[in-house]
């Protein structure tokens, strides 16, 4: 089940979000700055467990970004990441976003979904405010892609 993240869920999302972080395969994200933007997160929930989340957060009138996708991997390949992707989308459609981006290293799955590889310098620069505290700053790895929303 596809739901809202609350409060409670952080520390599992913490949790799931840091097996990924170790391996550096994504973005570190501190329980402080979860609690932060609890607004933005989605939760797959099995068993009354968090399995996974995402996050859409949103930059300025007509972009967003699908941030945070982490899946228990007791979890995976099992379409978690699709359905939280997607209800992320969803929601940026309901909200009027003309486009969501996402910086990741796996593009292959973004691509799967309709996103498309773009260059970096493509993106607001207001994106770049959240590279300054990444440890990878600034020889950034990650690919960014690009999903048109279209209008309701």
């Known amino acids: 089940m596809i739901r809202k993240a609350r409060v409670n869920d952080v520390v599992e999302m913490k949790h799931i979000i840091y097996t990924y972080a170790r391996q550096e ?3 570190a994200r501190s329980l402080s700055e979860l609690y932060e933007n609890i607004r933005d997160f989605y939760v797959y929930e099995i068993d009354g467990q968090v399995a996974g989340c995402c996050a859409l957060h949103v930059f300025w009138e007509d972009v967003a970004e699908v ?3 982490a899946i228990n ?3 995976t390949r099992q379409g978690i990441g699709t359905e939280l992707v997607s209800a992320c ?6 909200l009027g976003m003309k486009e969501v981006f996402t910086l990741t290293y796996v593009p292959e799955f973004f691509e799967s979904l309709g996103f498309e590889v773009v260059d ?3 993106l607001p620069r207001k994106v770049w405010v959240g590279c300054l505290n990444c440890p990878k700053f600034p ?3 990650e690919i960014s892609l690009v999903k048109p929303i279209l209008s309701l």
Request: glycine residues 0%.
């Open 67 to 69: 941030r945070a996708l």
């Open 25 to 27: 395969l994504m973005l």
């Open 73 to 75: 991997p007791d979890y």
């Open 89 to 94: 989308l969803k929601e940026a459609e309901t």
């Open 139 to 141: 020889d950034c790895d």
């Open 120 to 122: 970096k310098n493509r």
